[in-house]
């Protein structure tokens, strides 16, 4: 939340693979005002990103390993 707003923002699912020190995002997705060239906040994709990455490392550490599953066509 941003100064007390309770828009949702960005919302990203993500599916841990312990034995392959991996976590994938499975979902990613911004609202629909932060889309497009007059969004009103940059960033919220590369911060859900950001924020798998730090989960990845935390629980793997140096082996830790972050994929995306591509939107279909």
């Known amino acids: 939340m941003i100064d007390g707003d309770d828009d949702i923002l960005g919302v990203m699912a993500i599916i841990r693979f312990p034995v ?8 990613l997705t911004c609202s629909r005002e932060n889309i497009s060239k007059t969004k009103v906040y940059d960033g919220i994709a590369g911060h859900l990103i950001t924020f798998a990455c730090r989960i990845a490392i935390s ?4 082996r830790a390993c972050v994929s995306l599953v591509p939107k279909p066509d």
């Not at 392959?20 to 979902?27: A, F, G, K, M, Y």
């Not at 629980?59 to 140096?62: D, E, I, M, Y």
């Open 59 to 62: 629980l793997h550490k140096c």
């Open 20 to 27: 392959e020190s991996r976590v994938e995002i499975n979902l």
